[in-house]
């Protein structure tokens, strides 16, 4: 192992590993000289330099040939380890084996992506990548230096990004509204005015009973009433099946949502701004095979196969 009180300047020259260990190989400057390509003089002025370094002659005349020093028979197996070594941290990495990796990946997101994406992409990880783990963290005063050490995915609503993160965006989804099937309007057109006049349910994590639905509603001169605010997705769900009220939630959610409970899916009819999600990664990991799969396989798993009613 390197000295770490050593400088650059104090490091020997490491070209002359390979030189050593064809000479020790050879036990002679001509053999060794072969072997690396070079001239017997070029050799044996390596020899001289390597002599000067380890303070020890390596080579001893033996009646008409060269023999190995006690140190450079003790030296042999690790030049052998060390050259073997070095080779194999500058040699390309191999193509990766999936099946092969053991690893545990941490992703931080809301509960919509983890409820409607995690199935999907739990299932292809265990297909997949069985020895890999994914570790769910909910969202909450995200830092985007948690990327550099704790959190290797993060999920949702990626503003303001330093310099060493990287993104990309995922799909992008509209808002849409649910109530339950048995719901008085349930059946009925669901017009501007008969959307403001009915009570809302809406997600905020920070529990904000304002949003872009309110500014465009005052826009056409009208007001809602918001009965409650929930920091998530299925808990709007949950809170539309025992009410009459709308939950606003993104189409994927809402799509999931009426698979398995008794949910109506209802176009708002509003414009509004689509749900715009991406994933954010450390600098780091940007190259690293298997974070790459990761990454494919949330992109693919966020494109389907839930579609967005409509």
């Not at 008409?64 to 073997?84: D, F, I, K, S």
């Not at 995922?170 to 309007?185: F, N, Q, S, T």
């Not at 929930?230 to 999931?256: R, Y």
Request: hydrophobic share 45%; net charge neutral.
């Amino acid at each position: 192992m390197t000295n770490p009180g050593l400088t650059a300047m104090q490091l020997p020259d490491m070209n002359l590993l390979p030189a050593l260990d064809a000479l020790l190989r050879e036990g002679s400057v001509t053999g060794a000289a072969v072997r690396m390509n070079v001239s017997p003089s070029a050799m044996s002025r390596t020899l001289g330099r390597l002599r000067r370094v380890l303070g020890d002659p390596l080579l001893a005349p033996a009646g008409r040939g060269l023999t190995l020093t006690p140190r450079a028979v003790e030296l042999r197996p690790q030049v052998e380890a060390a050259l073997a070594g070095a080779l194999a941290a500058l040699r390309p990495a191999e193509p990766l084996d999936i099946a092969s990796v053991e690893r545990n990946f941490t992703l931080r997101t809301n509960d919509a992506f983890a409820v409607v994406v995690g199935p999907a992409l739990t299932e292809r990880v265990a297909r997949e990548a069985p020895g890999i783990r994914l570790r769910f963290l909910p969202e909450g005063d995200e830092d985007p230096a948690d990327l550099r050490d704790d959190v290797d995915l993060d999920i949702g609503h990626l503003p303001g990004l330093p310099h060493d993160v990287r993104s990309a965006p995922l799909a992008r989804h509209r808002y849409v509204a649910v109530c339950r099937a048995g719901a008085p309007h349930a059946d009925e057109p669901l017009t501007v005015e008969r959307f403001a006049a009915l009570p809302h349910i809406t997600v905020t994590r920070r529990g904000r009973l304002h949003g872009v639905v309110d500014d465009r509603l005052a826009g056409l001169g009208l007001r809602r009433h918001v009965l409650a605010t929930v920091p998530s997705h299925a808990t709007a769900c949950f809170l539309a099946l025992s009410s009459d009220a709308l939950a606003l939630v993104a189409a994927p959610v809402a799509a999931h949502a009426a698979r398995v409970m008794p949910l109506v899916v209802r176009d708002v009819p509003l414009s509004l701004p689509d749900v715009r999600t991406g994933m954010a990664w450390h600098v780091r990991l940007d190259d690293d095979p298997a974070h790459r799969w990761l990454r494919d396989a949330v992109a693919e798993a966020d494109r389907g196969p839930v579609s967005d009613p409509r």
